[in-house]
């Protein structure tokens, strides 16, 4: 997954959970922030950010915040790459090789997966979770409480008793971690969910990404520890 135009940054201020001040090229700038997540531990004043520049003139906001420093580490932001990451991954041949199809957005009853895929007499439902949260090289999902995201793993597991197979992938936005767990400080019954799931046979996933600022790839998958 590619990016254009991207420019280097210095992060300033969050007014609110869509925006973000930078100064880019020696101006302040009104900057919109492709995560609506809490980020406190990656958006801190002074830290290097980088910036998607948009080709619509008409936009409120020229520039969209991608990825941010933390450390030696690059870490992409964006909400909306870890689906677009994983289905790349998934047509590669990396998730289930052989697969016939691979659709995006699937309605299932009263629920909507992130993908439905077939291969032969096989076929399921995989959901798709973007991690950012890091600590000590351990990634942990998720940053803030999410009532959705345990509904998620419930209908991933209720597609599972229904003779479908499930699975639920985190992919971690950032490179050289050592591995994933839920995040039960912040959650902890969507730990307590993605247990449940797990001992219900939908299986958990947790890829890696190589990161630099103009591109972002599924590399490999990493320990997961529930």
């Not at 993908?115 to 995989?126: C, D, S």
């Not at 600590?135 to 345990?150: H, L």
């Amino acid at each position: 997954m590619r990016y254009q135009n991207i420019h280097k940054a210095t992060f300033l201020a969050r007014p609110n959970r869509f925006i973000a001040k930078v100064l880019v090229e020696g101006k302040e700038e009104t900057v919109h922030v492709k995560n609506t997540g809490r980020c406190k531990e990656l958006l801190v004043p002074g830290c290097t950010v980088y910036l998607e520049k948009s080709s619509n003139p008409a936009r409120k906001t020229a520039y969209d915040l991608v990825a941010v420093e933390k450390g030696e580490r690059l870490i992409n932001m964006d909400s909306q790459a870890p689906n677009r990451l994983f289905e790349e991954w998934a047509r590669a041949g990396h998730f289930i090789p052989g697969l016939t199809l691979l659709r995006p957005e699937t309605t299932w009853g009263r629920s909507r997966f992130d993908f439905y895929w077939e291969v032969g007499a096989r076929k399921g439902f995989l959901e798709v979770k973007g991690c950012t949260l890091e600590e000590e090289d351990w990634t942990y999902f998720p940053d803030a409480p999410t009532e959705r995201g345990v509904k998620h793993l419930e209908e991933l597991l209720l597609a599972k008793k229904q003779g479908y197979e499930a699975a639920v992938c985190f992919v971690i936005q950032m490179a050289r971690v050592r591995g994933f767990s839920p995040n039960d400080r912040t959650h902890p019954a969507f730990g307590e969910a993605l247990r449940k799931a797990a001992a219900g046979g939908v299986e958990v996933l947790a890829c890696e990404c190589r990161v630099v600022p103009g591109e972002v790839t599924i590399t490999a998958e990493v320990p997961v520890e529930l």
